[in-house]
């Protein structure tokens, strides 16, 4: 991933309701959502999510594929993993088991720990 693409990806991501909406297709795994469904589970009137949809597509993050008069989006894996990828690309001097990695299991487990309390 080049730094412009890494830009676009954060930039969409920079805002609440994109990052809700690219979690939200991300927890549903590569089956995806249909808008209208996307739409209820965040509360967002049609129009607004469909522009929030066109930014993450814009940005590489989602895709949409026709399904008769309705519209599935899912999250692109590919595209998130490289973005990750280039964040932590020589993380802590090239020493990632020192500190950095691997940082899910250290998220995961800060978060139980945060559910728990």
Request: aromatic share 6%.
């Amino acid at each position: 991933m080049e730094i412009k693409d890494a830009t676009l990806a954060l930039a969409a991501l920079g805002q609440a309701t994109r990052l809700s909406v690219f979690r939200l297709l991300v927890e549903a795994g590569p089956e995806g959502r249909m808008a209208g469904d996307i739409a209820d589970a965040l509360s967002l009137p049609g129009a607004t999510l469909s522009f929030h949809l066109k930014e993450l597509s814009a940005a590489g993050l989602i895709q949409g594929e026709q399904r008769g008069r309705f519209i599935c989006y899912r999250a692109d894996f590919e595209t998130m993993n490289e973005l990750i990828t280039f964040l932590t690309r020589n993380c802590c001097g090239g020493q990632p088991d020192a500190a950095c990695l691997p940082a899910t299991k250290k998220v995961a487990e800060k978060a139980t720990k945060r559910a728990r309390a």
